[in-house]
């Protein structure tokens, strides 16, 4: 627990201010999501391989990802594009009424499925994705939306699946030079902010 603790304690030096998400990554066993062989590194700030090339994102972009999603608020629904290894959706679960998560690759999606239920999480839901849709149009309006992989453009799709006032944080871009968004939904339309230079893995369609 203490280095978890001192995670924490980097992350909110770093700027992360909002408490809910600080408490959350305090009380989510990160090691639980990846192989025992890098558990040591579990708590440390950086990106982890879970296999089939993706990663565990660096827990100061899970943090700023969220805190920014989340805009002070609770969203009562919340769509996860990438659920990976499991562990942002298990923030996401802590903070936000309903979790949708939707994963291509099968063995990651069971494995994560298996963690939340041994976590005893029960609002999340997981959809393997399949064909050219993003998302998961039938669920939707969501409060919030986060991607955890990065289009080269922002798919049409998920702004349809955002509702009136929801916010949607996504990377963007080619592999050397990609921005985090945030996404906001207006009763105008569509406000679209750069937060920072990021890099992920790409976003492939059927995710």
Known sequence: MRTRARLISSLRDM??????????????????????GIASHAYDNSSLPIGYGQTISQPYIVALMTQ??????????????????????????????????VE???????????LHYKL????????????KTFGWPDAGPFDGIL????????????????????RMVIPSGKDNAQELYLIERTNSGFTKTSL????FVPLVEGS
């Open 15 to 36: 700027g992360i201010t909002d408490e809910r998400v600080l408490a959350a990554m305090m009380d989510t066993p990160r090691h639980l999501f990846v192989d025992e």
């Open 68 to 101: 920014v999603m989340l805009g002070g608020g609770k969203p009562a629904k919340v769509l996860e594009i990438g659920t990976g290894s499991g562990y942002q959706t298990t923030i996401l679960s802590k903070l936000a009424g309903t979790v949708y998560s």
């Open 104 to 114: 291509r690759i099968e063995p990651l999606l069971k494995q994560a499925k298996r």
């Open 120 to 131: 005893r999480l029960r609002n999340i839901y997981h959809k393997l994705a399949k064909g």
């Open 147 to 166: 991607v955890t992989a990065a289009p080269q453009t922002i798919p049409e799709e998920l702004y349809s699946q955002l509702a009136p006032g929801g």
């Open 196 to 199: 920072e230079a990021v890099r």
